[in-house]
């Protein structure tokens, strides 16, 4: 059974930093492009952050670029996202997605490129 687990969000304040991961199980994310989404309530889910599979390719959303920085080890099966700085409006339900793309440079940013999605990790981000 393919599953995407999210892990590492909780309560930070102003200016401090998490690492989400998100770590795969009955399937290797060798060969498949990651996307980082988040969604606010009363907000659309919107892309943060996207990984190819050969990992060359990263892309990040405007609001989080020089704050955040994804990355993948294939040896543990898991993709990262280190978040910085990091401000309220930051606060979301954080979810990974993947998209089975072997051997790609291409990253994608839009939630209907994916079709595996974890449950999503809370982040907030608050005094």
């Known amino acids: 059974q393919l599953q995407l687990v999210e892990s590492g969000g909780g309560l930070v304040q102003p200016g401090g930093s998490l690492r989400l991961s998100c770590a795969a199980s009955?399937?290797?994310?060798?060969?498949?492009?990651i996307g980082w989404f988040r969604q606010a309530p009363g907000k659309e889910r919107e892309g943060v952050s996207c990984?190819?599979?050969?990992?060359?390719?990263?892309n990040y959303a405007d609001s989080v670029k020089g704050r955040f920085t994804v990355s993948r080890d294939n040896a543990k099966n898991t993709v990262y996202l280190q978040m910085n700085s990091l401000k309220p409006e930051d606060t979301a339900v954080y979810y990974c997605?993947?998209?089975?793309?072997?051997?790609?440079?291409?990253?994608?940013?839009?939630?209907?490129?994916?079709?595996?999605w974890g449950r999503g990790t809370q982040v907030t981000v608050s005094s």
């Open positions: 997605a993947a998209r089975q793309d072997p051997y790609s440079s291409s990253c994608y940013n839009w939630p209907a490129e994916y079709g595996y």
């Open positions: 990984i190819s599979s050969n990992g060359i390719r990263t």
């Open positions: 009955g399937f290797t994310l060798d060969y498949y492009g």
